[in-house]
Every structure is written in C-alpha cells, then in structure tokens.
T-cell receptor, first 115, second 114 residues
Framework: GENVEQHPSTLSVQEGDSAVIKCTYS??????FPWYKQELGKRPQLIID?????GEKKDQRIAVTLNKTAKHFSLHITETQPEDSAVYFCAAIATNTSGTYKYIFGTGTRLKVLA | NAGVMQNPRHLVRRRGQEARLRCSPM?????VYWYRQLPEEGLKFMVY????????ESGMPKERFSAEFPKEGPSILRIQQVVRGDSAAYFCASSRDAQNTEAFFGQGTRLTVV
C-alpha cells in the first residue's frame, strides 16, 4: 500500500546550523508533497509544499527538494533558531485502487535546536 | 474564514461510553480527513470523506469506529464503547479538493478514556 518513510525520527542541531529531513514515498503517481510543522500541543501547520513539476522551492530559511526518479524529497532549514524546535511531518498525496486520493504522512521528525 | 473547527477540544469518557468528535471544515472545502495521533507519535490516517460519502476508510478500526460527513453540518467521528487504548488526539483536516491542494488542520480533540 501507500507508504511515506521519514528520517531521522529525532534531530538535534546547534542554533545557526542547518537541519535536513528526508522522506521517501512509494506511490509513483504522487504529485504533491507538503511539509507540516507541529509545535507541542498544537495543530500541524503547512510550512512549505512542492509539486512534481519543480525540483526545488525556497521560502526564506526553508527549502524543499524533490527527486521524482528516486521518490525522495527533503526539507532543509538553514540558520536554525530555537523557535524552529518542533515536530515536522512530510506528506505525499497517494492514490488508492479506486483512483481517489489521500494524504499519507511520514512518522515525523522531532527537531531540537540547541541554544 | 474561521478555519477548521473541531469540538470539543478535550473530551473525557469512561470506558464503555460513546465519544463524538466534530469537525467543521473551512468554508468552501468539501474534503475532510481524520487522523489519530498518540503521544510522541505521528499522524495515522483514519478516514477520508466528501459530502455524504466515505471515500477511503482503510485506516479505521473495523469495530466501534464510524465517520460521517452529512450534507448539512459537521463531520462526525464516532467511537462507541470506548476503551483506554482509544485515548489520543484526533485531528481533522479539510481541503478544497483532494489533489494538489493544501490541507488545513483543526486544533484537534484530545480524548481521554478513564
């Protein structure tokens, strides 16, 4: 069935360093890949997304890259700050046998930015 | 636009009781997803609904759990005869359509079974 794997499960970085989170997906028909940030006790919120017609997208300190051939996509956070500490989820839109779509989430990465 | 509204935010039920969780999607959104999140864990897909239709319920337990999204009113996730293992945060998300568009999450309902 559809699957999204996410690594690492936890990541600690020093303030100012970069953080990279990687995901792989199984459904070759997936064409939309959002990333969500969930702070403790709060709802997941979209921080960036990428569609399959581009290989990279950047928004200030956050960037996402997509390799459709390898079915990989990654989140890059540069110049990390303490407020970046949260759980990050990747997701992919997957199709099921009847041709409908659903969001499948990775298992999450707990990022800690150490001051 | 008030965003995705879930209520209640916190729900305490005794074992054997029923839990009803409500989700009002964003205005203009006709697609609703329910996810379950255990402490320190990820978002587990439960069910995907459109108005009056269940599109995919492959993540729903076969017994005690049901979901609906009527023509009028919020989507309801219903858990009958709750057990302690049902304690979790339940998030709903809505989107305008199912492909290539952002899903917005509600604040979640934290269910505690005592």
């Amino acid at each position: 069935g559809e699957n999204v794997e996410q690594h690492p499960s936890t990541l600690s970085v020093q303030e100012g360093d970069s953080a990279v989170i990687k995901c792989t997906y199984s459904d070759s028909a997936s064409n939309y890949f959002p990333w969500y940030k969930q702070e403790l006790g709060k709802r997941p919120q979209l921080i960036i997304d990428i569609r399959s017609n581009v290989g990279e997208k950047k928004d200030q300190r956050i960037a996402v890259t997509l390799n459709k051939t390898a079915k990989h996509f990654s989140l890059h956070i540069t110049e990390t700050q303490p407020e970046d500490s949260a759980v990050y989820f990747c997701a992919a839109i997957a199709t099921n046998t009847s041709g409908t779509y659903k969001y499948i989430f990775g298992t999450g990465t707990r990022l800690k930015v150490l001051a | 636009n008030a965003g995705v509204m879930q209520n209640p935010r916190h729900l305490v039920r005794r074992r054997g009781q029923e839990a009803r969780l409500r989700c009002s999607p964003m205005k203009g959104h006709s697609h609703v997803y329910w996810y379950r999140q255990l402490p320190e864990e990820g978002l587990k897909f439960m069910v995907y609904l459109q108005k009056e239709n269940i599109i995919d319920e492959s993540g729903m337990p076969k017994e005690r759990f049901s979901a609906e999204f009527p023509k009028e009113g919020p989507s309801i996730l219903r858990i009958q005869q709750v057990v302690r293992g049902d304690s979790a945060a339940y998030f709903c998300a809505s989107s305008r359509d199912a492909q290539n568009t952002e899903a917005f999450f509600g604040q979640g309902t934290r269910l505690t079974v005592v």
